[in-house]
């Protein structure tokens, strides 16, 4: 393709694209004439991960340049891990998390049908505080309405082989195990704390035991993938 078809795709100007391939993060292009260039498809998911690098990570060019290197001799599965972390794993949403305001700001936003969105808020799964008759979702919903509206896209929807309605099951297991965690710290003398220091103690066990839960999970996925592949002799 065209470089006028690759800065359509990927939303990034002509000028960055040459700026990346001067610095080596992108490979020089196949020439076709003395001012013209053959883009293939691989240029659009490249220019992709370094656009998400720079703008959810703000990383530097020679940074991004070493992460790209490493990601080439990644298998296919770790490629696409890789592109799809460096999506959804957006630190300053963390920081500048914000909230959406009605139910169809909400679909426009994540891509979510509004049948799922009646489902999932059905299920519990995902949860709206009501102001003044008006919907109100958190920025953990927002990412939890992305990345179900993603699975079908990906290939792990209802038609291939996966119940939604376990997403209804992890959540409802999740949430005693929540409730039961938190009577368990209030037993143990958390409830003597100040409100700030509660509050700082919170946010800290969320945060370390939400990627204990996420690595645990992820590890056993692979796990058992290995074994199966293994099985099967692959």
């Known amino acids: 393709m065209k470089i006028s ?4 795709i990927t939303g990034v100007s002509k000028e960055t694209i040459h700026y990346y391939i001067r610095e080596g993060v ?3 292009p196949r020439k076709t004439g003395k001012n013209t260039a053959d883009y293939n498809e691989s ?3 490249q220019i992709r991960t370094i ?9 530097p060019i020679p940074v991004i340049k070493k992460l790209i290197k490493k990601h080439k ?6 490629k696409s891990s890789f592109q799809f972390l460096s999506e959804y794993f957006r630190p300053l949403d963390q920081l500048l998390s914000s909230e959406v305001n009605g139910k169809q700001s909400f679909l426009e936003t994540t891509g979510l049908s509004e049948k799922w969105l009646n489902k999932m808020e059905e299920w519990n799964v995902i949860t709206s505080e009501k102001r003044d008759n008006e919907s109100f979702y ?10 179900i509206a993603d699975m079908d896209r990906i290939g792990i929807g209802p038609r291939d082989g996966f119940n939604p309605s376990e997403l209804k099951n992890f959540t409802a297991v999740l949430r005693t195990l929540v409730a039961k965690n938190l009577k368990r710290y209030m037993a143990a003398g958390w409830n003597k704390m100040s409100p700030e ?10 945060e370390v035991l939400s990627l204990f839960f996420y690595h645990i999970y992820r590890k056993l996925v692979r796990e058992e993938y290995k074994r199966y592949l293994e099985t099967h002799g692959e």
């Not at 078809?5 to 359509?8: G, P, Q, T, Y």
């Open 5 to 8: 078809e690759l800065v359509k």
């Open 26 to 28: 992108l490979r020089k």
């Open 43 to 45: 240029y659009v998911d």
């Open 51 to 59: 656009k998400a690098l720079r703008e959810n990570y703000f990383l």
């Open 73 to 78: 001799n990644q298998n296919r599965s770790e």
């Open 138 to 147: 958190s920025q953990d919903d927002v990412i939890i309405g992305k990345l």
């Open 197 to 206: 220091k509660l509050r700082e103690k919170g946010s800290q066990s969320t």
